[in-house]
């Protein structure tokens, strides 16, 4: 080869590496996350909770680089409306939100089946308790977290029966909701199947002290996605979508899936 092809062809690629570190640079992206066991924990521990886990293998397949930022949820569903490059894995789809935030065009994870959590020593006070409309028109009260969506169908038959309700900000930890619920600030919540489990099971504060009820109308799982802001650039948004049906296809994401069932 000629020397001044050669240079020509060395030139080129030093070029292209150059291109690719600062585009790396510029499009690291800033994962939004709030601690709720076992969707969310802290990243890279053995309990940084699965979405957290599916959202990094989804970024790294995609080859972007990322960052972890903590808060409070409802501050992080204003931030995810910022023009940065940011995401908010683990959504609920709502009419609302679709207004204002972009949607991954695959969803991530879909629970199971809607539960609901009791104080333990109250079990006989829901044993007549069958259905959704009999659990929201037993007077009894309900706690739920402020700008938090259970997905269509709870957040409907709320809307629908308007029980007694406690409106509550949780901050870094989801295990405060379920200390509010033993001392009685309200009667039960509304929980997904994977979190229901974790909270009866795995954590040591409540073991004993509640107790997981299920509703015989309850239909299959929320499905989770990912949001961006309106702004999110095209071209990371197919990488993206293009990881998230790849990463679904693969051994890892099966693993976690299956840690979650047999939890």
């Not at 269509?152 to 930890?173: F, G, H, R, S």
């Amino acid at each position: 080869m000629k020397p001044f092809i050669l240079k020509f062809l060395l030139l080129s690629l030093a070029i292209l590496f150059c291109q690719r570190e600062m585009y790396s640079q510029e499009t690291s992206i800033t994962i939004l996350y709030y601690e709720r066991m076992p969707f969310f924990g802290q990243p890279y521990t053995n309990d940084e909770g699965f979405i957290i886990s599916i959202m990094r293998l989804i970024l790294d397949d995609a080859g972007i680089p990322y960052t972890f930022q903590k808060g409070p949820l409802n501050r992080l569903f204003e931030y995810a409306k910022k023009d940065e490059l940011v995401c908010l894995p683990g959504v609920f789809k709502t009419p609302d939100r679709e207004l204002s935030y972009t949607y991954s065009k695959f969803p991530i994870y879909q629970d199971a089946s809607p539960r609901y959590i009791i104080r333990q020593s109250d079990s006989l006070s829901f044993q007549n308790v069958h259905t959704i409309k009999d659990l929201l028109s037993s007077k009894k009260t309900l706690g739920v977290i402020r700008n938090y969506s259970y997905g269509a169908w709870v957040d409907e038959n709320v809307k629908l029966y308007n029980p007694p309700m406690v409106i509550t900000d949780i901050t870094d930890d989801q295990s405060n909701f379920t200390r509010m619920l033993l001392l009685k600030r309200f009667d039960y919540f509304f929980a997904g199947g994977e979190e229901s489990i974790y909270s009866i099971r795995v954590n040591p504060e409540t073991k004993g002290l509640t107790t997981m009820m299920l509703l015989d109308d309850a239909p299959i799982g929320n499905i989770r996605w990912i949001i961006f802001p309106r702004t999110f650039p095209e071209e990371l948004l197919e990488k993206i979508n293009s990881s998230i049906e790849y990463v679904k296809r693969g051994v890892m994401y099966n693993s976690i899936i299956k840690s979650i069932i047999n939890e």
